[in-house]
């Protein structure tokens, strides 16, 4: 299991942009840039959904409802991955969960960061 941290998570207004960032502060360099990342959302009363992924090269897909607004990112020297989210929509009101996949498709998952979109 990977211990990862994530922070950013606030209340924002419709329209506004945020920054989500998950660290795994226990890994070492040349074991981060093996995993997959990503980040997934659940809102109430739904299912966890994906949000964004992206592989140890930096490449990048994304769920239909957030292309074009939400840009993943990670920096591998700082064991760190971000969510650029931008024009916030009251629908992207969700627990956003950071994720780590290996080469042995195990799994581990951040503690969750509210983001809620409201006036």
């Known amino acids: 299991q990977v211990l990862l941290v994530e922070s950013g998570g606030r209340l924002v207004q419709p329209g506004e942009s945020l920054r989500l960032s998950c660290a795994a502060p226990?890994?070492?360099?040349?074991?981060?840039?093996?995993?997959?990342m990503g980040w997934y959302r659940q809102a109430p009363g739904k299912q966890r959904e994906l949000v964004a992924t992206?592989?140890?090269?930096?490449?990048?897909t994304y769920a239909d409802s957030v292309k074009g607004r939400f840009t993943i990112s990670r920096n591998n020297s700082r064991k760190t991955i971000f969510l650029q989210m931008n024009t916030l929509q009251s629908e992207d009101t969700a627990v956003y969960y950071c994720n780590a996949r290996n080469d042995r498709n195990e799994e581990s998952w951040g503690q969750g960061a509210q983001v809620t979109v409201s006036s």
């Open positions: 992206v592989t140890p090269g930096g490449s990048a």
């Open positions: 226990r890994l070492i360099f040349s074991t981060f840039t093996t995993y997959d």
